[in-house]
């Protein structure tokens, strides 16, 4: 059963549109992450946050912005999207002190199409 | 400059037979070593892990071998089974605590 919820699911919009995608989880998880995908490619870290009022910028520069207003809420938002921005887009999760290795959990994603 | 990688963009294997996805990588300061599964239109979901103390860890039809001094590991799943068919991903974090992914590897288990 998922514990981290992605919503939508699939979004297609026209260029210049401003969009949130959502992504909340019920494991009171203090980390959370988001990742841009496409196919074939590896999953590529674009923002992260350690707990409220903490947000990171990841190793792929990103025109998204991202919020930590709650535990359990951790949106991302495009200003004006773009068709470059088409991708696939995963959020994750883990608890702050976990063991090493310990995995992420990954919501179902959100598969944003620019047209 | 990619530090983990899947040379191997995809695999195909007779149903009932071994499964054996590579990895390789640059940074030997990799402690923690994990495989995620991913089905189309899913978010990855963990497999399983290796600690760079040891050469092996099993679960089940899957085992994840480790050989330091090539930088370079492996996934064996015997026997694939139909549901197997998915694209695996090679990972590590780094001492920032980010995980690093590969490009994957898609598994095609055929009837």
């Known amino acids: 059963e998922a514990d981290i919820y992605?919503?939508?699911?699939?979004?297609?919009?026209?260029?210049?549109?401003?969009?949130?995608?959502?992504?909340?989880?019920?494991?009171?998880?203090?980390?959370?992450?988001?990742?841009?995908?496409?196919?074939?490619?590896?999953?590529?870290?674009?923002?992260?946050?350690?707990?409220?009022?903490?947000?990171?910028?990841?190793?792929?520069?990103?025109?998204?912005?991202?919020?930590?207003?709650?535990?359990?809420?951790?949106?991302?938002?495009?200003?004006?999207?773009?068709?470059?921005?088409?991708?696939?887009?995963?959020?994750?999760?883990?608890?702050?002190?976990?063991?090493?290795?310990?995995?992420?959990?990954f919501g179902n994603g959100t598969r944003l199409t620019v047209t | 400059d990619q530090q983990v990688k899947q040379n191997s963009p995809s695999l195909s294997v007779q149903e009932g037979r071994i499964s054996i996805l590579n990895c390789d990588y640059t940074n030997s300061m990799f402690d923690y070593f994990l495989w995620y599964k991913k089905y189309p239109a899913e978010g990855p979901t963990f497999l399983i892990s290796i600690s760079s103390i040891k050469d092996k860890n099993e679960d089940g039809r899957f085992t994840v071998f480790l050989n330091k001094s090539a930088k370079h590991l492996s996934l064996h799943i015997v026997p694939s089974q139909p549901g197997d068919s998915a694209v695996y991903f090679c990972a590590a974090p780094n001492r920032d605590d980010k995980i690093i992914f590969g490009k994957g590897t898609r598994l095609h288990i055929l009837p």
Not at chain 1, 11 to 27: D, H, P, R
Not at chain 1, 56 to 82: C, M, N, Q, W
Request: hydrophobic share 25%; aromatic share 8%; net charge negative.
């Open chain 1, 6 to 105: 992605q919503t939508p699911r699939y979004l297609v919009i026209g260029t210049g549109k401003k969009i949130t995608l959502e992504c909340s989880q019920t494991m009171g998880h203090d980390k959370m992450y988001w990742y841009q995908q496409d196919p074939g490619m590896e999953l590529h870290l674009i923002h992260y946050s350690y707990g409220v009022n903490s947000t990171e910028k990841g190793d792929l520069s990103s025109e998204s912005t991202v919020s930590r207003i709650r535990t359990e809420h951790f949106p991302l938002t495009l200003e004006s999207a773009r068709p470059s921005h088409t991708s696939q887009y995963l959020c994750a999760s883990s608890e702050y002190r976990q063991a090493p290795g310990s995995p992420l959990h």
